[in-house]
């Protein structure tokens, strides 16, 4: 089953925040960081998070990251919509069509962590990021 989750990108501080989060709400985080991931050991952004995930009891995921060397973190346009499910669930389908009138930022197609994941504007200026997880992640995951 496919899920609608915010995600929220932060200048330097998305752990601090996730912590919060998680102490709002309960739940399991699990926090990434772009060193985990192949960025240089001792570089800039290898502390930095690429991937946080706060599930909680109620049911409803929170994500976010750190903003990356090169990219633009300006308040307001620090969240995205993100949509993330199995092969299967139609997600390719609906990568495509929100792109449509749009902008894609980053093709979707296959990326270092294993599932399939890409980015686009839509023609309304709203940012979406789509993860189609791989069959073997799918398995851990539940989706």
């Known amino acids: 089953m496919a899920r609608l989750n915010p995600y929220i990108g932060y200048l330097d501080n998305a752990r601090e925040a996730m912590e919060f989060y998680q102490s709002v709400f309960g739940g399991e985080l ?8 192949g960025a240089a050991s001792g570089g800039p952004e290898a502390d930095k998070v690429m991937h946080a995930q706060l599930e909680t009891p109620q049911g409803y995921t929170l994500m976010a990251s750190d903003t990356p060397e090169g990219m633009e973190h300006k308040p ?3 969240i995205s919509v993100s949509l993330s499910g199995a092969e299967g669930d139609g997600l390719d389908e609906q990568f495509a069509k929100l792109a449509e009138g749009g902008t894609i930022t980053m093709p979707l197609e296959k990326q270092m962590w294993g599932d399939t994941f890409g980015m686009c504007l ?6 979406w990021m ?12 539940g989706s």
Request: proline share 3%.
């Open 130 to 141: 789509v993860n189609i997880a791989s069959p073997e992640n799918a398995a851990g995951s």
């Open 76 to 78: 307001g346009n620090n």
């Open 122 to 127: 839509d023609k309304f200026g709203i940012s």
């Open 30 to 37: 699990a926090v990434n960081t772009f060193g985990e991931f």
